[in-house]
C-alpha cells in the first residue's frame, strides 16, 4: 500500500513553499522509512529558495532531522523499527578517490547525485499527487513528515534527547561544533574567534569550549546573539558595526591575533577581516556560503606568514562516531540547544519562518510533527 504525507514543496525559486501531498516509493532492501519528527530550517535551504543555490525542481526541502524508524528494507541490519534516529545529508560510497583519502565530503557518487537531488541510490523517493517525480535536498527532504533514506544516512542515538533539539545535530550543530573539534587544531592555551553567531557560530563557540579553547571571542552584528554566545562561553562578544574585528583580536592576544579564527556568517564581508585577525602560523575555517559567482576579497598582506584558510561544508563529520557522542554532549549539560531554538512551528507556518530567517530574527525555526 503506499504511503500518502504532507510536505513542503518548492517548485520554482523565489517562490512559497506549497504544503501537498504526496506519495512515498516503496522502500528499497536498503532503506529505512523514518517518520520525522522535527526539522529545522536552515540557511541551505533558504539558498535554494532565493536562488542562489540551484537544484532541479520540484523538490523538498529540509535537511536537519531527527525522527523514528518506522520501517526497514530487508538489507537493513544496524537498525529496527522504533530506533530515534538523527539524518546525515552525507552519504558516501566508501570506496572512491575521495573516501579512500578520509573526504567522504567529496565522495565521487556524493557529488554527483547531489547536483541531481536524488536520494543516493539514484532514485527518486516520493510523487507528487499528479505522478511527477520530486527532487530531494541534500540526500533527505525533511520537511514532510515521512522520508526515505538509506541506512547509513539515519544515526540512532538516545531516545532521552527531544527530537526538536536532536535534529538541530544533524546540520548545523554538527558543522559548528565539528569546526573546532575535527577540523580546526585548538589547544588549551588557544584563543578562538568566531564570525557570525548564528546557529553554526553558536555551536563553533561551544565547540571551542569543547576543545578547551583558554579564550573564545563571539563577532556578529547583533547584540541579542553575541549575549547568547557569551552565555554558552565567549568570553568577550565584539559588535562588528562598532568595533574592528582585527583590532579586537589582537587586543585579547598581546598583539599577535586570535590562534583559530572560525567564519560563520555567510557573507562575502565577513571572509576578510578572518584573515585579518588571525595570528601568524595561525588558522582559518571558513564555514559560511555565498553564490557561487560572487568574489571574496582580503588583503594579500594578511595572509602572508605562514596563514591557513580551510573551508569546511560539515564540520568534517563523521555521523556515525559524532552524532552519539554530540547527543550525549546535551544530555550530560555540556552543549546548550535549547537556546539555539528561536520557535516551533507547524509545516504550514514554513513560509514565514523562512522570511524571518532571511531577515536574521531567528536563530532556528524548528517544525515539529505529530
Ligand atoms: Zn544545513
Ligand atoms: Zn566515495
Keep these: 500500500m503506499t504511503l500518502h504525507y504532507r510536505a513542503a514543496v518548492l517548485h520554482r525559486p523565489q517562490s512559497p513553499l506549497q504544503i501537498e501531498t504526496i506519495a512515498a516509493a516503496p522502500i ?6 523514518v517518520r520525522v519528527l522535527a526539522a529545522g530550517l536552515c540557511h ?14 520540484p523538490i523538498v526541502l529540509g535537511h536537519e532531522a531527527a525522527g523514528v524508524i518506522e520501517e526497514v528494507g530487508s538489507s ?27 573526504l567522504p565530503i567529496l565522495c565521487e557518487d556524493y557529488l554527483a547525485k547531489g547536483a541531481r537531488a536524488v536520494q543516493f541510490d539514484g532514485t ?3 510523487r507528487r499527487a499528479s505522478g511527477e517525480e520530486l527532487k530531494h535536498l541534500m540526500f533527505i527532504g525533511a520537511f514532510g513528515e515521512y522520508c526515505i533514506v538509506p541506512e547509513q544516512q539515519a544515526i540512532a542515538v538516545s531516545r532521552d534527547i527531544p527530537f526538536d533539539r536532536a535534529c538541530l545535530i544533524g546540520c ?33 563557540v561551544q565547540g571551542a569550549r569543547l576543545a578547551g579553547a583558554a579564550k573564545i571571542i563571539a563577532v556578529d552584528i547583533d547584540d541579542g546573539k553575541l549575549a547568547l554566545a557569551q552565555r554558552m562561553g565567549a ?14 583580536a589582537r587586543e585579547e592576544t598581546s598583539g599577535r591575533g586570535a590562534d583559530v579564527v572560525i567564519e560563520a556568517a555567510g557573507s562575502a564581508a565577513a571572509f576578510g577581516p578572518t584573515v585579518e585577525a588571525v595570528r601568524p602560523g595561525g588558522e582559518v575555517v571558513w564555514l559560511g556560503k555565498i553564490d557561487v559567482n560572487n568574489e571574496v576579497s582580503f588583503r594579500w598582506g594578511a595572509l602572508m ?5 580551510r573551508r569546511s561544508s560539515y564540520g568534517d563529520a563523521r555521523p556515525a562516531r559524532d552524532f552519539p557522542m554530540l547527543a550525549r554532549a546535551y544530555l550530560e549539560g555540556r552543549l546548550m540547544l535549547d ?19 532571511r531577515d536574521g530574527k531567528v536563530i532556528r525555526s524548528v517544525i515539529t510533527f505529530g
Aim: aromatic share 4%.
Design 235 to 248: 568570553a568577550r562578544g565584539v559588535n562588528a558595526k562598532r568595533e574592528d574585528v582585527a583590532a579586537a
Design 172 to 204: 548545523g550543530v554538527m558543522t559548528g561544533v565539528g569546526a573546532a573539534l575535527n577540523v580546526a587544531h585548538i589547544g588549551h592555551a588557544d584563543t578562538v574567534m568566531v564570525i557570525g553567531c548564528g546557529a553554526v557560530g553558536l555551536a563553533a
Design 76 to 102: 537493513v541490519r544496524q537498525l529496527k523499527k522504533g530506533d530515534h534516529v538523527i539524518l546525515s545529508w552525507n552519504p558516501h560510497c566508501g570506496h572512491c578517490y575521495y573516501c579512500d583519502r578520509n
Design 124 to 126: 527518486s523517493k516520493a
Design 305 to 309: 606568514q605562514e596563514k591557513r584558510i
Design 339 to 357: 537556546e539555539l531554538i528561536t520557535q516551533r512551528i507547524r509545516l504550514d507556518a514554513i513560509n514565514e519562518a523562512f522570511s524571518a530567517l
Design 28 to 33: 528499497a532492501p536498503l532503506d529505512v522509512l
Design 44 to 57: 541551505t535551504d533558504l539558498e535554494v529558495i532565493d536562488g542562489s543555490l540551484r537544484y532541479p525542481m
